[in-house]
């Protein structure tokens, strides 16, 4: 479908806003929610006090039907290709880009050219990618929704330097060829775990934690799997 899991919004917006890219090239676009997001929390949210896009966020969606006025308006580029075909194409270096919820539509072979290709090419790139896909054909009339490949934590840190959000549902990753890269966004989802403790966030997760399932599934959000 053109959507992705709405649970871990929060834990790819923090990886984003930590990595502060100057480009995004966001790979399956869909919706469009992320470029969306990314608009918004690079953008708005800079000290600016300008409603205007500085950032170069550039979207993929091989499928026509999903691109809607509100692509056109969110991202400075869609192409409207599969990026399959067109990745060795590619004339720019973004500074990040997204396979959210994507590259299980891929044979593990391409997949993995793919990602070797982007890595290369690019400065680093977020993944995430269920660890149990549901069996899934082609949705709304579209067969590259196809789920094709499940992929493993092991599989992913072949094709780079990875660094993993711990997550019960999916694996979520930062992949880059860049070891200060790495390093710099691991200073950063520090300082940002720090800034989070005040009274109020506090008292929240004294509530939250009495919650069934939240602990794991929320306060676990910063550390790398072992």
């Given amino acids: 479908?053109?959507?992705?899991?709405?649970?871990?919004?929060?834990?790819?917006?923090?990886m984003i806003i930590s990595l502060n890219p100057k480009s995004v090239l966001d790979i399956g676009?869909?919706?469009g929610k992320f470029g969306v997001l990314c608009r918004e929390?690079?953008?708005?949210?800079?000290?600016?006090?300008?409603?205007?896009?500085?950032?170069?966020i550039d979207g993929v969606e091989v499928f026509q039907q999903y691109i809607s006025p509100l692509h056109r308006y969110v991202y400075d580029n869609i192409y409207?290709?599969?990026?399959?075909?067109?990745?060795?194409?590619?004339?720019?270096?973004?500074?990040l880009v997204l396979l959210i919820d994507v590259l299980e539509h891929f044979e593990k072979d391409q997949g993995k050219e793919l990602v070797k290709t982007l890595v290369k090419?690019?400065?680093?790139?977020?993944?995430?990618?269920?660890?149990?896909?549901?069996?899934?054909?082609d949705a709304f009339g579209n067969i590259y929704e196809t789920h094709r490949s499940v992929w493993s934590k092991e599989e992913l840190m072949e094709l780079g330097i990875a660094f993993f959000i711990k997550d019960d549902i999916s694996l979520i990753c930062i992949i880059s060829l860049e070891t200060q890269l790495i390093s710099d966004f691991k200073k950063d989802l520090r300082i940002l775990r720090k800034h989070s403790k005040t009274p109020s966030t506090i008292a929240l997760k004294k509530i939250l934690i009495k919650i069934p399932g939240v602990r794991r599934a929320y306060y676990g959000v910063i550390s790398r799997e072992d």
């Fill in 1 to 14: 479908m053109p959507s992705s899991q709405y649970y871990h919004i929060s834990k790819i917006m923090e």
């Fill in 29 to 31: 676009s869909g919706f």
């Fill in 41 to 56: 929390y690079l953008e708005l949210w800079d000290g600016r006090q300008k409603y205007e896009f500085n950032r170069r």
């Fill in 80 to 95: 409207n290709e599969n990026i399959l075909d067109m990745v060795q194409k590619l004339k720019i270096r973004y500074d």
């Fill in 121 to 137: 090419k690019n400065g680093g790139i977020i993944i995430s990618t269920p660890k149990k896909p549901s069996p899934q054909e």
